[in-house]
């Protein structure tokens, strides 16, 4: 079954950019989605098709995907930023995957 | 905008079946463009697809759950619904219902019900 590896933490400070890596197989080959997650709240959608941004979604989330990394940029990240995030693929195989989720930390 | 509600009872016992319904308000879970999803999480662990449903009828579940989850429809109350039998611990979980958009090659959730925790003890 295809797998979506993440690193478990990302630390960054006020005002940096932080990079969240999500890895598979010729991901590159297929589109990641990544999902924000709040402590006790739902996740919500922060990049679709690689690079779109849902409406209502800041600037300073962006996405990109290449060989078998799919990235997300934070830019310019606020204490807001905080949050659990997920990235996730569809396969033939395995239809829908997610990542185990990475843990951003803004100190 | 859509928005989703989860509803059911948040203990089950142990080899028991565990049903969840989905009340979407805001738009018709008729619409062609979207398919509806359930996924859950397990206590501190990452998220699980567990199923979609096309208001017409196709249902995908994943590999892992197809033999226990059962996934159905019913566009007269504009919910669909989640069974998943012979629970054990392993599923104790907060279980949201999403709703799925796809292009070729790819899908995704958006926007997802505020989850609901089903524990698993007897």
């Known amino acids: 079954s295809y797998k979506l590896t993440q690193p478990p933490s990302v630390s960054v400070s006020p005002g940096q950019t932080a990079s969240i890596t999500c890895s598979g197989d010729?991901?590159?080959?297929?589109?990641a989605s990544w999902y924000q997650q709040k402590p006790g709240q739902s996740p919500v959608l922060v990049i679709y098709?690689?690079?779109k941004r849902p409406s209502g979604i800041p600037e300073r989330f962006s996405g990109s995907n290449s060989g078998n990394t799919a990235t997300l940029t934070i830019s310019g990240t606020q204490a807001m930023d905080e949050a659990d995030y997920f990235c996730?693929?569809?396969?033939?195989?395995?239809?829908?995957?997610f990542g185990g989720g990475t843990k951003l930390t803004v100190l | 905008q859509v928005q989703l509600q989860e509803s059911g009872p948040g203990l089950v016992k142990p080899l028991q079946t565990l049903s969840l319904t989905c009340t979407v308000s805001g738009g018709s879970i008729s619409s062609g463009d979207y398919f509806w999803s359930w996924i859950r999480q397990p206590p501190g662990k990452g998220l699980e697809w567990i199923g979609n449903?096309?208001?017409?009828?196709?249902?995908y579940y994943n590999p892992s759950l197809k033999s226990r989850v059962t996934i159905s429809v019913d566009t007269s109350k504009n919910q669909f619904s989640l069974k998943v039998s012979s629970v054990t611990a392993a599923d104790t979980a907060v279980y949201y219902c999403a709703r799925g958009e796809a292009a070729t090659g790819t899908n995704w959730f958006d926007p997802w019900g505020q989850g609901t925790l089903v524990t698993v003890s007897s």
């Open positions: 010729k991901l590159g080959d297929k589109y």
């Open positions: 449903i096309y208001y017409r009828g196709s249902i």
């Open positions: 996730q693929a569809w396969d033939s195989s395995t239809l829908v995957v």
């Open positions: 098709q690689d690079t």
